[in-house]
């Protein structure tokens, strides 16, 4: 058994990476592996105030992040893999493609970081930097494996014996990224993700109900309650198990946060909770409503309280006196 798997590894790294030149490919899914874990364990370290371990960078009074070492690193790795690109060299691309990934990696746990502009590492946002690494890691598995955007409805073609030209192959590419971006919107990010290569998933996603806190449902499901109430039963029946493994494992290898209560506790009491959907935006139109306009806002020509229609102001503001 062990020998039987040995040669299957070979051949499977012989013939599906090394020839197809994929190694880059596989050095670059292996450096973001890697730096993940080792960052992540750097960090928890430092977290747990360890004599032995290394302590935050500073420079003066300033922390420094190592999502700045990621864009170093990948910047150079980057230019590197641009200049050696011309001259094939499998080998010097598969360092440099390494080195990519070690930097994707620490840009990438950081995500959470330059999404909302403030450090929120170890908080509930900061899972957002572990959803983007697994998102990574998925996409490059993917197209490790062999799978291509758009294949299935290339495949699709063939059968219908469509000729495949440039504008047939950028309405595919349009609709697909369209799909995915509807899908994403309703609040199915994995299903939008995997759905790219797999087009069928895509399908499955528009046609299914938008998750309760999701834009879709905010867009469009305020004036379908029945919809809404669809859609949270939904989340709490089928959604709610994903979302306790999906926050062990996120507890397993990142670290629980920093909230009270915990992550796990606020999500179950989310979602015991009725959903409702924010209200949209007053509209401009004056079939819709009164809103603000270019020559004035509603409500323009009510007199403030205390004040008469008559009241004249010396200015257009009027200096506001201390109460005595």
Do not use: C
């Not at 874990?37 to 009074?61: E, K, P, Q």
Request: charged share 20%; hydrophobic share 50%.
């Amino acid at each position: 058994m062990h020998h039987w798997l040995s040669n299957r590894a070979a051949d499977w790294m012989s013939h599906d990476i090394i020839e197809r030149g994929r190694l880059p490919l596989l050095v670059f899914f292996l450096g973001l592996i890697v730096g993940f874990v080792v960052i992540r364990i750097s960090v928890r370290l430092i977290r747990a105030d360890v004599r032995w371990w290394f302590s935050n960078v500073t420079a003066g009074d300033t922390h420094i992040h190592h999502v700045v070492f990621g864009v170093v690193l990948t910047l150079l790795s980057g230019l590197g893999l641009i200049a050696f690109a011309l001259s094939g060299d499998q080998a010097a691309m598969s360092v440099l493609a390494g080195l990519f990934g070690i930097g994707a990696a620490l840009i990438l746990d950081e995500f959470a970081l330059i999404f909302y502009l403030r450090d929120v590492y170890w908080s509930q946002e900061g899972r957002t930097s572990v959803d983007a690494v697994f998102i990574a890691l998925a996409a490059t598995g993917m197209i490790l494996l062999g799978f291509r955007p758009l294949d299935l409805y290339f495949d699709a073609l063939h059968d219908l014996r469509v000729g495949r030209t440039f504008v047939v192959d950028l309405i595919a590419a349009v609709l697909n990224l369209a799909l995915a971006a509807i899908v994403v919107l309703k609040g199915k990010v994995w299903t939008g993700v995997i759905g790219v290569f797999a087009w069928p998933l895509l399908i499955v996603g528009v046609i299914r109900l938008a998750r309760p806190t999701s834009p879709w449902a905010r867009w469009r499901y305020l004036s379908r309650p029945r919809k809404l109430e669809r859609s949270i039963e939904r989340e709490r029946k089928l959604r709610r198990p994903f979302v306790r493994v999906k926050i062990f494992l996120q507890d397993l290898i990142a670290g629980r946060p920093d909230v009270l209560p915990h992550v796990r506790t606020a999500t179950e009491d989310r979602l015991d909770h009725v959903v409702h959907p924010a209200p949209p935006p007053p509209a401009i139109s004056p079939q819709r409503g009164l809103s603000g306009t270019i020559v004035g806002l509603p409500g323009d020509d009510v007199p403030p309280a205390g004040r008469g229609p008559g009241t004249h102001l010396d200015s257009e503001h009027e200096p506001v006196e201390p109460h005595t």
